[in-house]
């Protein structure tokens, strides 16, 4: 059966260190797929602080020139390559930010990932590994399943990456209101456990409770929240932290002995020194999260789809407005994620 792909097909690319104004619209013949290979029609995208570090060069991973940026999107098999069998013409899928890597610990060769090493999906059509495809729960829109590889599976893997993951009964602290924190709260929640969220502004502190939080800690006005968190907890301190915001010192305060930290990362891209032993002292384990592999993205849509989650949407950008979306993302800290919709 022959397959026409849509002419031509438009595309952002950007190269790393050039900011959001680096961003430039052009357009180009399609390729078919190869061996292997999906051809997707991307229906939408979404923003995560990891692009915003593509774009400003201070991503930790290695970027091609040129790169069409976003590893996060969302859209319909139009054409598959030979050798394909997972999936066929019409599927709706999603991908995983990192394609190689299917189960168990992050290796050298699970890096290459999209948006970065690998052309990514702010464009109107994706060619991508059939092994990196996920099918998108059926209660999700395009826009709601774009918002998972990045930061739903994050999440899911600082929640249940490490040992036994959380059990019902712990308490799950989470660091700010961004993409993570808020698939950790409502992750958190349905795995049974009380969480106490971070936020620095009051209009979230409502909302955050609303998602799931039992206890939210406004960090403007209680700098010190560690203590807060100590007094919710009766003293013992929270069994895991989620910290996507760099506040190493004070997630350590927080925790209880023998407590893990999930280390997303720091949005300020500050790195303060740490007294080792706040670690000794409460004999944490802290692990520093590299997203998550295919397997767990595949366990988090079937959690995803048995309770019928939703994500949270702040606002969505047409595609020929990428830069404002990237611009709005930027300055004024969403609750939710910020879509970019192809039509």
């Not at 994706?126 to 709601?144: G, N, R």
């Not at 502004?201 to 998602?211: F, P």
């Not at 000794?280 to 789809?305: D, H, K, M």
Request: aromatic content about 6%.
């Amino acid at each position: 059966m022959s397959v026409t792909l849509p002419r031509p097909v438009r595309s952002y690319h950007v190269t790393s260190g050039d900011g959001i104004e680096g961003l430039s619209l052009r357009s180009h013949e399609p390729r078919m797929p190869g061996i292997g290979e999906v051809a997707i029609a991307v229906h939408a995208v979404s923003l995560s602080f990891r692009e915003l570090l593509v774009l400003r060069g201070q991503y930790v991973l290695p970027v091609k020139p040129d790169v069409i940026p976003a590893s996060d999107g969302a859209g319909q098999v139009v054409a598959v390559g030979p050798g394909v069998e997972r999936v066929r013409p019409g599927d709706r899928v999603t991908a995983t930010l990192f394609p190689h890597w299917r189960d168990g610990p992050l290796q050298p060769s699970d890096l290459p990932q999209l948006g970065g090493s690998l052309d990514g999906m702010l464009t109107e059509l994706a060619i991508l590994p059939e092994q990196a495809l996920v099918p998108i729960p059926e209660h999700l829109s395009y826009a709601e399943a774009a918002t998972l590889p990045c930061a739903a599976v994050t999440a899911w893997n600082a929640l249940t990456g490490d040992g036994p993951g959380i059990q019902p009964g712990h308490t799950v602290l989470t660091t700010g209101s961004g993409g993570v924190s808020l698939f950790v709260v409502q992750l958190a929640k349905l795995l049974g456990a009380k969480v106490i969220a971070t936020t620095g502004r009051a209009e979230n502190e409502r909302r955050l409770r609303d998602l799931g939080a039992d206890e939210v800690v406004n960090y403007r006005t209680v700098p010190d929240w560690h203590t807060t968190v100590r007094d919710i907890t009766g003293g013992r301190g929270a069994d895991w932290v989620v910290d996507t915001a760099g506040t190493l010192e004070q997630s350590l305060k927080s925790l209880a002995i023998n407590g893990h930290v999930a280390f997303v990362g720091s949005l300020s891209g500050d790195w303060p020194p740490l007294d080792p032993r706040l670690v000794f002292g409460v004999a944490a384990t802290i692990r520093a999260l590299a997203v998550g592999s295919y397997a767990q993205f595949i366990r988090l849509n079937e959690i995803i789809t048995a309770h019928q989650l939703r994500p949270v949407i702040d606002r969505v950008f047409p595609f020929e407005e990428a830069g404002a979306a990237f611009r709005y993302y930027e300055s004024t800290s969403p609750f939710g994620k910020v879509i970019i919709e192809v039509r």
